[in-house]
């Protein structure tokens, strides 16, 4: 089978809406995180990779006072940034930037959030650093990377082949290497966050994980999620996966089954991210 895709090459703003539903489902552990910081009083934060905005307006939210910048390589999901803050009435302002190249032409802050991003660019260390260069002395960075695979389904779900979702997390970490190696100057590392982050020249490098826990039967939000996700799992692994596990996932993609994504009422949503911190001097 040919591999060789660019998987890199992801157009975000037609992901809007799956992006927006990840973030909203995600975001206990947003707030968790954010606890984790209460002591801290930033007068400018910077959400690197913001997306829709979600995180941004929950970071708004938690630290009134300060001036929140999201920052994103497209116009139209800093549009839907922007929006989101009108509506709940929190204070965000947007930068366009491409990440990492365009970093250097943002401001200075006192924290720095950043979400599943750093894995998208080759030389994930030299994008820790240049993040860290956006600390002013004593701020914080916050990057999220890792954790476990998003857990909806039981073991046994009536049909098909029990164990889909450990199979799909082997397809995950296929094409997800296969990615890792497409990109422009890729370099392989050791994946010690903390680690990379001291030798970003951060101190105080430390790992936190939250729990994620939607338990059945899932709200509309939650379960939209899933089902996109279920989508993006049927179109991008397919070549990673066996015809029994594709027929698997077509049923449960079936708005007319009862057994299906749509209609289950055991569909729940489990996972856990990992949040890591550290500091600059100063």
């Known amino acids: 089978m040919n591999h060789q895709h660019q998987h890199h090459d992801i157009d975000w703003a037609a992901m809007a809406d ?4 990840e973030g909203a489902a995600f975001s206990p552990y947003v707030a968790q995180a954010l606890d984790q910081l209460g002591q801290l009083t930033p007068q400018r934060i910077l959400d690197i990779g913001s997306g829709p905005g979600v995180a941004a307006c929950q970071l708004a939210e938690k630290f009134g006072d300060a001036e929140v910048i999201a920052v994103d390589g497209s116009s139209e999901l800093l ?5 989101r803050a009108a509506r709940l ?5 947007t930068r366009q930037a491409e990440f990492p190249e365009g970093l250097k032409n943002l401001p200075a802050a006192d924290l720095v959030w950043s979400a599943q991003v750093v894995h998208h660019v080759g030389d994930q260390l030299g994008a820790l650093k240049d993040l860290a260069a956006l600390l ?13 695979p998003v857990r909806s389904l039981p073991r046994d779900i009536g049909f098909g082949k029990p164990g889909l979702q450990y199979r799909l997390d082997v397809a995950t970490n296929e094409r997800f290497d296969l990615m890792r190696a497409e990109l422009p100057g890729s370099v392989a590392v050791v994946e010690d966050w903390p680690a990379m982050l001291r030798a970003a020249g951060l101190v105080d490098a430390h790992s936190r ?3 994620v826990d ?6 509309d939000g939650p379960r939209q999620f899933i089902r996109r996700t279920v989508e993006r799992q049927r179109a991008g692994l397919a070549e990673f996966l066996d015809p029994d596990d594709l027929a ?8 007319a089954d009862p ?6 009422s055991d569909l729940f949503l489990l996972t856990a991210k990992t949040v890591h911190f550290a500091r600059r001097e100063g």
């Open 259 to 264: 057994a299906g994504i749509d209609r289950r």
């Open 136 to 148: 002013r002395p004593g701020g914080t960075l916050a990057i999220v990377e890792g954790g476990l």
């Open 79 to 83: 549009e839907r940034a922007v929006k």
């Open 209 to 211: 994980t939250f729990l």
């Open 214 to 219: 939607h338990a059945a039967p899932l709200a």
């Open 248 to 255: 698997t996932l077509d049923r449960l993609l079936d708005p």
């Open 89 to 93: 009435g929190v204070r965000v302002t």
């Open 18 to 21: 799956a992006l927006e539903l």
